[in-house]
């Protein structure tokens, strides 16, 4: 008689008793572990920029902040989070069971085989591949651009020190594509707010990597925690400042008003706060950091979507 699988069971980096998992049968419970929806930080983090650019496209030409395009990001950040998270867990299966906060993800724990999450990794996939056909072609070839970062992430931690830098350009991919979807096209506004998001992302993703450090140093893989060291503090402050100065660049762009700077400044001292409070020793305080930038993240969109909004009605009354 064989062993019974372990039961479904929140992740160590979880967000415990999600509703989600109440209501849901106890046979979905590894797809929806996959799909990391028991997580959903990290479908805030892809979605966040995609809203930065699509309000900063509004405020650079005058036009409609589309509802719209909004609740299509929304979909297919939650369907493209859990694509890429997915494709991470089988080609990082054998990894994942020498790591702790790892190895009871469904793959390495034995509660889904690879070819279930195959399929499942293609149905979310045609989610994202309807959401994406649903805008304009430019936006379509910028989308399909992405995939072979995507591809590429989780590979780089056998090589590089660096794997938050491609991660950083996959995430932040949504800083051009809301202005291509807006206006058809690129210019020098959505690019620096992409490097923007590409330096937040890596800096974010260092403070998520502190949880890891000592796993990944026997396992042989490369992270900018480790690579930081005990310096990781100096480390994110200098991305989170880079990522800063690139989004300004954008506004300046665009002539970003009142509203936006502010949004931008509490950003800046909500990222200012988080190296403040950075300790390589504490590994939960390294999760409620990395998990805080969504607040951050919303911060900005708060003050593009005010400049969108309040913008001109501030500039008349002057």
Request: charged share 10%; aromatic share 12%; with cysteine.
């Amino acid at each position: 008689m064989s062993a019974s699988p372990p039961p479904a069971q929140g992740l160590p980096d979880s967000v415990g008793n999600q509703i989600l998992f109440k209501i849901a049968p106890k046979s979905w419970h590894p797809l929806l572990q996959l799909a990391r929806l028991d997580r959903p930080i990290g479908w805030w983090l892809l979605l966040l920029p995609c809203w930065w650019s699509s309000a900063l496209a509004s405020i650079a030409y005058g036009q409609p902040l589309h509802g719209r395009d909004l609740l299509l990001f929304f979909v297919g950040a939650v369907a493209m989070r859990g694509a890429g998270s997915t494709y991470n867990d089988i080609v990082d299966r054998k990894i994942d069971e020498q790591v702790e906060r790892t190895k009871s993800r469904p793959i390495p724990s034995g509660r889904i085989g690879v070819r279930a999450a195959l399929l499942f990794l293609a149905a979310q996939c045609l989610v994202g591949l309807c959401v994406l056909l649903s805008f304009n072609g430019f936006t379509i070839w910028l989308g399909f651009a992405s995939l072979g970062i995507v591809c590429l992430y989780p590979f780089v931690k056998r090589f590089s020190s660096w794997p938050q830098a491609v991660l950083g350009a996959a995430f932040a991919w949504g800083g051009l594509v809301g202005w291509a979807a807006a206006l058809g096209s690129l210019a020098p506004a959505p690019i620096a707010l992409y490097l923007g998001a590409v330096f937040w992302t890596i800096g974010y993703d260092t403070i998520y990597a502190v949880q890891d450090v000592e796993d990944d140093a026997v396992v042989g893989i490369g992270s900018t925690a480790l690579f930081f060291g005990n310096r990781v503090r100096g480390g994110v402050g200098v991305l989170y400042l880079l990522s800063v100065l690139c989004v300004e660049a954008a506004f300046l762009a665009v002539g970003a008003g009142i509203f936006a700077q502010a949004g931008l400044l509490l950003f800046a001292l909500h990222l200012a706060w988080q190296v403040s409070r950075i300790n390589p020793a504490d590994e939960i305080s390294a999760l409620r950091l990395f998990r805080s930038n969504r607040d951050a993240g919303l911060l900005l969109f708060a003050g593009l979507a005010a400049q969108h909004f309040l913008g001109s009605v501030f500039q008349a009354g002057l």
